[in-house]
């Protein structure tokens, strides 16, 4: 059996982000999902336009003078939230059982340091750590192999690192800041 542990409320909780997405994956991954009345794509990419911006206002970049990686006809505009709840519900159909609300805590190891899984956080806990009326201990969830998918910076992956010296004659880690910026448009306005 597959688990996953989803520290958010639901699946695509933390994954804010609107982006231009390639279909390449979703159509690998699920075959037909364009037709599929809950497809989480459906507005296509049709033009591209490229600016400089200036206190004086914008200079339009021809198209032949950008980047392949800068076109981006045939891919999608939407929500990677919504792109993670359509793959979460696939994947339970598949028989994948995903937890969401729960936090991966500690990572379990046998005897002779083999990662064997995960531990949950323990839940109804004070801000001191004292168990309050409704404690409930968290879960351990032992596995043939555990995949840890935090992100750039996630604690978990970070005692791993170094725990096994896997920066051990590598570069250090590079981390850009992106800005996001989360518009509530009125629904008449769209």
């Known amino acids: 059996s597959v688990v996953v542990v989803e520290k958010g409320s639901e699946v695509g909780a933390h994954i804010l982000s609107g982006a231009v997405i390639d279909p390449v994956g979703l159509d690998a991954l699920v075959p037909g999902w364009r037709e599929e009345a809950d497809a989480p794509l459906s507005v296509q990419v049709n033009d591209d336009h490229f600016y400089l911006l200036g206190p004086a206002g914008g ?27 359509f ?4 994947a339970e159909a598949l028989g994948v059982e995903i937890y969401p609300g729960f ?19 323990d839940m109804g806990v004070d801000k001191n750590g004292v168990p309050k009326g409704e404690f409930t ?20 992956t970070k005692q791993l690192i170094a725990r ?4 051990a004659g590598r ?16 629904p008449e306005k769209h």
């Open 171 to 186: 570069d250090v880690p590079k981390f850009g800041i992106g800005l996001k910026e989360l518009w509530k448009v009125k």
């Open 87 to 90: 793959l979460a519900t696939r």
């Open 59 to 85: 200079l339009r970049l021809p198209n032949f003078a950008m980047p392949p990686l800068m076109n981006n006809h045939g891919n999608f505009v939407g929500s990677l939230g919504n792109v993670c709840r």
């Open 137 to 156: 201990r968290g879960m351990e969830l032992r596995g043939r192999y555990t995949v840890f998918a935090e992100g750039a910076r996630g604690h978990l």
């Open 103 to 121: 936090a991966a805590d500690e990572i379990l190891y046998d005897d002779k340091g083999a990662v064997t899984g995960i531990a949950t956080g």
């Open 164 to 167: 096994y010296g896997l920066d």
